[in-house]
């Protein structure tokens, strides 16, 4: 079954699930990586500069698109401006330098990483200006074709408003942490308002053996009332709201079993037996002090 596909403000078709890069490394992993998720049908892959594989995912692609009878446009690729990257000048050489280890002439989408710069403070005011100079680059970058669509990540809606309140170009996207464990109904009715495309981080919980959210009772009790993993079920949680997933995972047999939620439903209960379980628990990073 193929993935569906979400329209972006910037009129791209970007789908609804696709294949996390995070702490995938290594030449020979990701190429195995990339390969099983092309063959399972993936056709979306995020990765950023601060996860330092976008050269060798840029040469595996060159091997693996030709033997999936693929081509550049068949398939859409995010990458991110990393903390360190943000600013006047900064932001353009860091999208240069994705592009160039990509080997790519455009990224489908482009995102701000991070609100905050490296090395400041968090209640540093210099947050807001860098991060309104990266996006005026990132506009120009769109303009001339070099992204399809911009966006942003980790933005809380305070970041979000102010963008909005200056931008020439809206961003397509804000890529957050988001799960049963932690819904964040302020930044989603805000993204409806606008417009832009809510794509969910880390909503299987997290990749240690003290996962909360995957062996949470509930989750437990309606995969086996649906008779799917409690991954599939967590993942459905949010395509079926039209959140968008980047499931990770090197093993194969998961790779598959990821993609495969759009072969089902979950009963309107269901869904709200899940999004019951808010707890407000960050698994990952936790923007809200950053000015």
């Known amino acids: 079954m193929a993935v569906p596909t979400v329209k972006l403000l910037s009129g791209c078709q970007m789908p609804l699930l696709g294949l996390g890069t995070f702490k995938i490394k290594g030449y020979e992993n990701v190429f195995k990586t990339l390969e099983a998720a092309l063959a399972s049908g993936y056709r979306s892959f995020d990765t950023a500069s601060v996860y330092r594989n976008e050269t060798d995912i840029g040469r595996a692609f060159k091997i693996l698109l030709p033997k999936f009878s693929l081509q550049r446009q068949d398939i859409f690729i995010t990458s991110k401006l990393g903390p360190a990257q943000q600013g006047k000048t900064n932001a353009s050489q860091a999208l240069l330098k994705s592009l160039q280890h990509l080997d790519c002439e455009y990224l489908d989408l ?65 890529q957050i942490e988001y799960h049963p464990h932690l819904i964040q109904t302020t930044v989603k009715s805000l993204c409806e308002t606008h417009a832009i495309h809510l794509q969910a981080y880390s909503s299987l919980g997290t990749s240690s053996a003290e996962n909360k959210l995957i062996k949470d009772p509930k989750v437990m009790e309606i995969s086996q009332q649906v008779q799917k993993s409690p991954a ?60």
């Open 232 to 291: 599939q079920v967590l993942l459905r949680w949010a395509v079926q709201q039209q959140i968008g997933v980047l499931p990770k995972s090197t093993n194969p047999s998961h790779i598959a079993e990821n993609i495969d939620v759009f072969s089902f439903s979950l009963s309107e209960d269901q869904m709200a037996q899940l999004s019951g379980l808010d707890q407000q628990t960050h698994y990952c990073w936790d923007p809200q002090q950053v000015r």
């Open 110 to 174: 482009y995102l701000i990483h991070w609100p905050g710069a490296h090395k400041l403070k968090p209640a540093d005011k210099m947050h807001q200006k860098l991060r309104a100079e990266s996006w005026v680059e990132m506009e120009e970058a769109f303009r001339q074709g070099k992204v399809k669509s911009i966006g942003i990540s980790n933005y809380l809606p305070s970041h979000i408003e102010e963008l909005l309140s200056v931008c020439t170009v809206k961003p397509s996207v804000l």
